[in-house]
C-alpha cells in the first residue's frame, strides 16, 4: 500500500492466495490426471493443484467432478492434539455461520488420518473468490478509489462482521485486514480466514497474572499485530476485550480503502496504545466520512459504535446531510493531535 508492507504474524492460507493469482492473471493450475479425491459436504472433490502454503496449512485449487465447479481446498496438517482442536475449532463456527452474501461460501470438512498416529488432517472447502482481496482493489485503481466507492465496499465488510456480532454469544473474528476480504464471483466483498474468532469478553482489569500472560500468548499468536487495538496491546489500560476489536479493526481497513495505507504501518505498540497516527491530507474526503474514520479508531473501545449502529449509519451515509455525532472524547483526543 505505498510503503505499507502487508506483515502477518502468522500465515492465514485461504482462498486470498487463489484470487490475488486470479487477479493478477496468474495461470495458478494444470490439473493433476490423478489428484487426490475427497467426499465433502456430498460433493466429490479433486484436488488439482496446491497454490500456497505455510506453517502447517496448504491452499489447493480443486473442483467437483460432477458439476466442475472450481473450489478452494485448506488442507491443515495436526500435527498434536492441540493443532486439531484449533482446525476442528474453525470448523465449528464455519458450521454455525448463516449463509450471507458477505461471508465466504463454506461447503463442509474431514478430517484424514491413520488410525494409531497423532498425525491429522483437516480439509475445508469452500467456494473460490476469483476477484482479489482489498489489496488488489487498491492496486488496480492505484491506491484511489473514490469516497462512493469506498462508502460502497466499506458496507458490504461491515454487513459480515454485523452477521458475526448478530450472533449469540457475539462472535469476535479478531483478524479483520484488507487480506481478508475477497470480490466473490458474485460481486460481493466477503470475509474469511475465521481461525482467530473468540466469543469471550475478557475484563483486564479483573484478570490475575496468569490469565493474562495466558491472554497476551494468544493474541499475539492469533492476531495481526498492526491492526491490533489499543486494548490487546496494552493491558494497563485496562479495557475490556470485546467485539469492539472488531470495530477498530474495520477502522483500520477504511483507513487504508481511503490512503491506500495502515495508520499504524510502523507496527508501534505506543502509536497504537495511545490511538496515535497521522491523517494524511490528500486525498480530500467529506469531513463526516473523516469524522466516521476517527470514531472506529477510538482509543476507549466503549467509544466505538457497535456494527450494527455502524451499518444504520452507512445506509443513506451520503443522503443525510447531518453530521456525525461523535463520543466527547473521540472530539478532545483528535482535536488534541491535529496540528
Known amino acids: 500500500y505505498g510503503k ?17 493469482c486470479a ?36 491452499v489447493w485449487l480443486a473442483h467437483d467432478v460432477v458439476s466442475h465447479e472450481e473450489l478452494v481446498l485448506k488442507k491443515i496438517l495436526c500435527q498434536d492434539k492441540a493443532a486439531l482442536t484449533m482446525a476442528q475449532r474453525e470448523v465449528d463456527l464455519l458450521e ?20 494409531g498416529k497423532k498425525t491429522k488432517e483437516a480439509i475445508l472447502l469452500f ?37 458475526l456480532h448478530a450472533m449469540r454469544p457475539a462472535i469476535q473474528h479478531r483478524d479483520l485486514k484488507v487480506e481478508n476480504v475477497l470480490l466473490g464471483a458474485d460481486g460481493k466483498f466477503k470475509l474469511l480466514d ?7 469478553c475478557s475484563d483486564t482489569a479483573s484478570l490475575d497474572k496468569h490469565a493474562i500472560s495466558a491472554l497476551q500468548e494468544h493474541i499475539e499468536r492469533y492476531t495481526t499485530m498492526m491492526y491490533r487495538p489499543p486494548e490487546m496491546v496494552d493491558f494497563f489500560n485496562q479495557f475490556v476485550i470485546s467485539e469492539k476489536v472488531d470495530i477498530w479493526m474495520l477502522g483500520c ?23 496515535r497516527y497521522n491523517f494524511p491530507s490528500t ?31 452507512l445506509h443513506g451515509f451520503k443522503e ?18 491535529s496540528p
Open 4 to 20: 505499507l508492507q502487508a506483515t502477518t504474524e502468522r500465515v492465514a492460507l485461504t482462498t486470498a492466495s487463489v484470487a490475488h
Open 23 to 58: 487477479a493478477k492473471n496468474v495461470p495458478v493450475m494444470h490439473r493433476l490426471k490423478h489428484g487426490r479425491q475427497y467426499s465433502i459436504g456430498g460433493r466429490t472433490v479433486v484436488e488439482d493443484r496446491q497454490i500456497s502454503e505455510g506453517g502447517f496449512a496448504f
Open 96 to 115: 454455525r455461520l448463516p449463509q450471507h452474501p458477505n461471508l465466504v461460501r463454506y461447503y463442509g470438512h474431514t478430517i484424514l488420518g491413520t488410525e
Open 127 to 163: 467456494e473460490i473468490c476469483p476477484g482479489g482481496h482489498l489489496l488488489d482493489l487498491l492496486d488496480r485503481a492505484q491506491g484511489v478509489l473514490g469516497e462512493d466507492r469506498i462508502l460502497a465496499v466499506f458496507a458490504e465488510v461491515v454487513a459480515g462482521v454485523a452477521v
Open 194 to 200: 475465521f481461525g482467530s474468532w473468540s466469543d469471550e
Open 253 to 275: 481497513i477504511l483507513f487504508t480503502l481511503m490512503f491506500y495505507r495502515h495508520p499504524f504501518q510502523d507496527e508501534s505498540a505506543l502509536a497504537i496504545a495511545n490511538a
Open 283 to 313: 486525498p480530500e474526503y467529506s469531513q463526516k466520512l473523516q469524522d466516521l474514520s476517527h470514531w472506529l479508531l477510538a482509543r476507549d473501545p466503549g467509544d466505538r459504535p457497535t456494527s450494527r449502529e455502524l451499518l444504520q449509519i
Open 320 to 337: 443525510c446531510d447531518r453530521p456525525l455525532t461523535l463520543p466527547k472524547a473521540v472530539v478532545e483526543r483528535w482535536e488534541q493531535s
